[in-house]
């Protein structure tokens, strides 16, 4: 989930929303670390963005995908996650 800090972790029920708005999907598939890295700051700029002209709790998902392999980029993306306060892990069972 992307969006208004305040109300990130107010939006439990976000696989119910998410059938009705768009979900930004990032596929990292193939990147290295330092380019999923500007990817996702990138990314981050255009869902805040979305997430602030849509409506109110003014958050909106995003699916990050980094495929399979090594851990590397799974591990970056969970310490860039937990690095932006914009940004949060999706609910349980949603998506």
Request: some cysteine; aromatic content about 6%; overall charge negative.
């Amino acid at each position: 989930q992307v969006g208004e800090i305040q109300n990130l972790y107010k939006t439990i029920k976000m696989s119910q929303r998410s059938s009705s708005c768009n979900v930004s999907i990032l596929d990292l598939h193939g990147c290295m670390k330092d380019e999923a890295l500007t990817k996702l700051d990138e990314s981050l700029v255009i869902w805040v963005d979305a997430a602030m002209r849509g409506s109110y709790p003014f958050v909106m998902p995003a699916k990050i995908i980094c495929g399979c392999g090594g851990q590397v980029l799974s591990e970056t993306v969970e310490q860039w996650i937990r690095e932006h306060d914009q940004v949060a892990n999706r609910p349980k069972g949603s998506f």
